[in-house]
């Protein structure tokens, strides 16, 4: 059963617009989420967080937005460029672990 | 300051044999986590370390694999003897207090 999903397995937008990447989740004791971005043939790489006590993390051209009572964010990235291309991993933990589920990526492709 | 890096990058191996997986934390790092990506789908968790310590083994497959980490430092994970099931990528990451993992590139294994 998975507790974290990515429904859309790819995405391409246009350079310059926004990018916009979407999670939902089933548990409920869900409490830290948290976004990675991988490129092929190299690790996931930390791209943001968010505590479920937030709404809303922004940093630089990446926000994060958690609707708790939809189980459900999403990542903007604005203005997308070629460079964010990539698979895009959401990931959940829950209280008092740090066990991360991960959903299945979403392929995002920037055209230039 | 280095990352978690892991050895070797690739592994081609016959089923029925053992391969080893080595991962060095990052300096410092307590906590260290062992992960798994198969045929594309989700990174699944398989262990977490602190320390020398195993404090969650709950996504180990079976008594096939073993995780250790002497001296809270490096960490191998043994398959032996692997099936043709346990191919994929295995990332490693660590952490120090906070959620946030930082992984390795990964060890792609192919068994045969």
């Known amino acids: 059963d998975q507790q974290v999903k990515q429904n859309s397995p790819s995405l391409s937008v246009q350079e310059g617009r926004i990018s916009i990447l979407n999670c939902d989740y089933t548990?409920?004791?869900?409490?830290?989420f948290l976004w990675y971005k991988k490129y092929p043939a190299e690790g996931p790489t930390f791209l943001i967080s968010?505590?479920?006590?937030?709404d809303k993390n922004e940093d630089g051209r990446f926000t994060v937005f958690l609707n708790k009572s939809a189980k459900h964010l999403s990542l903007h990235i604005v203005p997308s460029q070629p460079g964010d291309s990539a698979v895009y991993f959401c990931?959940?933990?829950?209280?008092?672990?740090?066990?991360?589920?991960f959903g299945t990526g979403t392929r995002l492709k920037v055209l230039a | 300051e280095a990352g978690v890096t892991q050895f070797p990058s690739h592994s081609v191996i016959e089923k029925g044999q053992t391969v080893t997986l080595r991962c060095d934390p990052i300096s410092g790092h307590d906590n260290l986590y062992w992960y798994r990506r198969v045929m594309g789908k989700e990174i699944k968790f398989l262990l977490h370390?602190?320390?020398?310590?195993?404090?969650?083994e709950s996504g180990m497959p079976n008594n096939r694999f073993l995780a250790e980490r002497t001296g809270g430092t490096y960490s191998t994970l043994k398959v032996q003897p692997a099936e043709l099931e346990d191919s994929g990528v295995y990332f490693c990451?660590?952490?120090?207090?906070?959620?946030?993992?930082?992984f390795g590139q990964g060890t792609r294994l192919t068994v045969v």
């Open positions: 990931a959940a933990s829950a209280e008092g672990t740090y066990k991360y589920i």
């Open positions: 968010i505590s479920s006590i937030k």
């Open positions: 990451a660590s952490s120090q207090e906070s959620y946030v993992a930082f």
């Open positions: 548990n409920s004791m869900f409490d830290y």
């Open positions: 370390f602190v320390k020398e310590s195993k404090q969650d």
